[in-house]
């Protein structure tokens, strides 16, 4: 059984989590630049026995698609055609930034650590892999 590794998608960061072997804990990895993540993916799945990328699929207010939803898209192709036995399932990621940001205020981190948008950005893909280990 290898980790599930979940992404929260961002135009600029993107923000990486991942579970332990067992598939019971959700941990934060780090935040990249969304420009370097296929090399990032590519170097962190030679290292680590991969099963499964939870995507984070966000929405607008209204419940249509987000901007960004047409990014993520190209992103899960090129993904699958590198990673074609590496199945990949998608998690609604409404809130989950805010729900980060509410965990960093809720665990005590000052404001200067609050502003820290890569920091958000993986607690955010670590909440969407929680959500989605809670429900599966």
Request: glycine share 8%; aromatic share 8%.
């Amino acid at each position: 059984m290898g980790k599930i590794v979940a992404i929260d998608y961002g135009g600029k960061r993107t923000g990486i989590a991942e579970t332990d072997v067992l598939q019971i804990i959700a941990s934060g990895v780090t935040t990249v630049e969304t420009p370097k993540l296929m090399a990032f993916i590519e170097d962190f799945f030679s290292q680590e026995e991969v099963s499964l990328l939870i995507v984070g699929q966000p929405f607008q207010k209204d419940g249509s698609p987000s901007d960004i939803e047409e990014e993520i898209l190209k992103f899960i192709k090129r993904f699958q055609k590198k990673f074609p036995n590496i199945p990949v399932e998608r998690v609604d990621e409404s809130y989950s930034s805010k729900r980060a940001f509410q965990s960093m205020i809720d665990g005590g981190l000052g404001k200067k650590k609050r502003r820290n948008k890569a920091l958000v950005d993986q607690i955010a893909a670590t909440i969407i892999l929680q959500d989605y280990l809670y429900n599966k």
